[in-house]
Structures are given as structure tokens and as C-alpha cells.
């Protein structure tokens, strides 16, 4: 069974760019989980979408969204791009049933520099 | 809010070695508790977990018993090898926020032969 696959591994923008990443889930897993992982904050949890809608959010602001394809595939975009959104982004599948606590999957991440 | 603490590292130890990683948490309601482990330009793995108090998950010779009483999941291993070299990372769900995981700082473990 494939894994998390995120697209793509390097990104390199500027300030002020705007960025999409992409997220495919393992087969059959309908939640997706977005996570920032910094130095200096750790992992924070971004964002969470369970059938197309977003289920959960993290607090960061309106410039990180993202969205859920019919296919459970996954994106997220930052726009206004600024220095302190370098970071290692991971996205996390689950199968996600209401009422469950199923252990979520993890991709290797999109590792994002912004210059 | 919810939260979890674990011991700062890094940790240095021996091959063979005895490895404890301290994981408190504070919660509001019946969380999942899970360790996952970072090996270096990769994501996360999870590495165990458990879901009710009293719940031991083991894995690849690791063990964290979930302990309510103490609030506590701290993860172990009897005999370290230098293939364990990692990041560890402890972590909540609550039942009440699925699919938000609420992680520690993490833990570098560096295991030398």
C-alpha cells in the first residue's frame, strides 16, 4: 500500500509569492491533517479535512488555507509568503471516522525556504 | 488548552543502553496518546500508541504505558541500537478534536556504538 505522498519535497520562493503544496493520502483514508514543523516552535497543527470540508483548524492566519479534493487528495496554499514561513510542512492521513482516534500517516514533507 | 511535555535532549547513550523518554500531558478529556520517531530528512512514523488508561503500545522493542494517575506516557527500551538514532515525539488526540495531533518539543536520541 503506498503512503503519504507530498509534492514537492523543495520549494524555494521569495517574499510576498504565494505557494501551493500538494498531498496525496494513502488509498481509502478520507482525512487529511496539515502540520508546520519549525526549529523554533515545533510541530503546530495547521489544518484537518474530512470529506472535502475542513473539520479542524489550528491558529494561524488567513493566509494558510487549503482544500480537499473528491479524491481525498489534499492542498494547501500560503499566500503573502513571509520569512518566518520557512518550514517543513507535513500532511497526515487517516481513515478518520467520526468518534475515532486512528493513528495518522505521515508523508516525508515539503521543505519550504523562503528568501 | 491541551499540551504535552517531554524531556529535552539531546540524549546520548551507549549502544545496549537503557533508554527513558519522560511524556506528561494535560488534557481536558480522554485523549490518545502516541509516540512517533524522525529519522532525519523524513516525516514522522508512528511508533506506538495507546488509547485508554492502563494501555501499554509497544513497538520494535519499545513500551510507554498510558498512566492517568500521573498523567504520564513515557517511552522505553530496554537495549538501544545506533539504528535508533531519531527524533521522538510524544502526542495527544483528544476525542473531542480528531485528526489534531498536539506534540511535545521532541526528544534527540543518539545512540553510539
Known amino acids: 500500500k503506498a503512503g503519504v505522498t507530498q509534492t514537492p519535497r523543495y520549494l524555494i520562493k521569495t517574499r510576498g509569492q504565494q505557494v501551493t503544496l500538494s498531498c496525496s493520502p494513502i488509498?481509502?483514508?478520507?482525512?487529511v491533517s496539515w502540520y508546520q514543523q519549525t526549529p523554533g516552535q515545533g510541530l503546530q497543527f495547521l489544518f484537518e479535512y474530512f470529506s472535502e470540508t475542513q473539520r479542524n483548524k489550528g491558529n494561524f492566519p488567513g493566509r494558510f488555507s487549503g482544500r480537499q479534493f473528491s479524491n481525498s487528495r489534499s492542498e494547501m496554499n500560503v499566500s503573502t509568503l513571509e520569512l518566518g514561513d520557512s518550514a517543513l510542512y507535513l500532511c497526515?492521513?487517516?481513515?478518520?471516522?467520526?468518534?475515532?482516534?486512528?493513528?495518522?500517516?505521515f508523508g516525508d514533507g515539503t521543505r519550504l525556504s523562503i528568501l | 488548552g491541551d499540551s504535552v511535555t517531554q524531556m529535552e535532549g539531546p540524549v546520548t547513550l551507549s549502544e545496549e543502553a537503557f533508554l527513558t523518554i519522560n511524556c506528561t500531558y494535560t488534557?481536558?478529556?480522554?485523549?490518545?496518546l502516541f509516540w512517533y520517531v524522525q529519522y532525519p530528512g523524513e516525516g514522522l512514523q508512528l511508533l506506538l500508541k495507546?488509547?485508554?488508561?492502563?494501555d501499554k503500545g509497544s513497538n520494535k522493542g519499545f513500551e510507554a504505558t498510558y498512566r492517568k494517575e500521573t498523567t504520564s506516557f513515557h517511552l522505553e527500551k530496554g537495549s538501544v541500537q545506533v539504528s535508533d538514532s531519531a527524533v521522538y515525539f510524544c502526542?495527544?488526540?483528544?476525542?473531542?478534536?480528531?485528526?489534531?495531533?498536539?506534540f511535545g518539543k521532541g526528544t534527540k536520541l543518539s545512540v553510539k556504538p
Open positions: 488509498s481509502g483514508h478520507r482525512s
Open positions: 488534557a481536558t478529556g480522554y485523549p490518545s
Open positions: 495507546a488509547t485508554k488508561a492502563d
Open positions: 502526542a495527544l488526540s483528544d476525542r473531542g478534536s480528531q485528526g489534531n495531533l498536539i
Open positions: 497526515a492521513s487517516s481513515q478518520g471516522g467520526t468518534g475515532t482516534n486512528q493513528p495518522q500517516h
